[in-house]
């Protein structure tokens, strides 16, 4: 079996969602924010067939947008996006450096039993079944994870998520580590649960880091679709 199989199978019957414009959130001479729709890909898939993407919504209007950062196909919310590759170079060392700060928001399975806390469980690629991450406390990376619910109803959560690291995947493997996965998370959660949800239930929705050129703290917010 091909390592690749699980991938592949994964965006089989990918279908982007339309293109109704770009939702813009900001935009400015040095860089752009973008409100993501959950189902399309942040950069082109492999084939012709995965080459709709939102780097490439934005650059038939934004010639000079460059990627800084990247949302999981299905995740919603907040992407930024520099303008040319000086401010590309400045922003993406401020997401390497963990100076940008990022909030997310989701509904899990379950009832969290504690109000806040913080997932600290390292993280690695589980490469026989790529694209999922596993937790691996010998050779996984760290990965730190803040929570605070928001509220509870009788089977699920709502949840704020602030992600310390930015490991792939990693709200979606913490939560499924304290038992309660995302709702519409066909990799980490039940079989068939994002047809029943309709989604993944996980949307970007608020991102702060200096701005490149003038370097004063710079706040974005996108609210919550579900």
């Known amino acids: 079996m091909s390592t690749d199989e699980p991938l592949t199978h994964q965006l089989a019957d990918y279908q982007p969602p339309p293109d109704n414009g770009l939702a813009l959130l900001y935009e400015d001479e040095h860089l752009l924010a973008i409100d993501k729709p959950a189902g399309l890909l942040s950069v082109p898939g492999r084939g012709e067939r995965m080459a709709d993407c939102l780097i490439a919504r934005v650059q038939a209007r934004f010639a000079d947008a460059l990627v800084v950062h ?21 922003m993406s060392q401020q997401f390497m450096d963990r100076q940008v700060d990022k909030r997310y ?34 050779i996984g990376k760290p990965s730190l994870t803040r929570f605070h619910v928001l509220q509870r109803q ?21 939560l499924m580590a304290l038992g309660h996965p995302i709702v519409g998370d066909d990799l980490y959660g039940p079989a068939g ?10 949307h970007a929705c608020d991102i702060t880091l200096a701005h490149p050129v003038t370097g004063q703290p710079f ?8």
């Open 219 to 226: 706040r974005l917010a996108c609210p919550c679709p579900f």
């Open 193 to 202: 649960d994002r047809v029943r949800a309709g989604r993944l239930m996980l």
């Open 105 to 138: 928001e989701a509904i899990a399975h379950g009832v969290l039993k504690d109000d806040e806390g913080e997932i600290d469980l390292p993280l690695i690629t589980d490469w026989p079944r790529r694209p999922r991450q596993k937790v691996d406390p010998d």
């Open 70 to 90: 990247r949302l999981d196909m299905d995740t919603s919310g907040i992407v930024l996006l520099a303008r040319g590759p000086a401010m590309q170079r400045l």
């Open 154 to 174: 009788a089977d699920r959560s709502r949840v704020s998520l602030e992600p310390v690291t930015g490991r792939s995947h990693q709200l979606r493997v913490h």
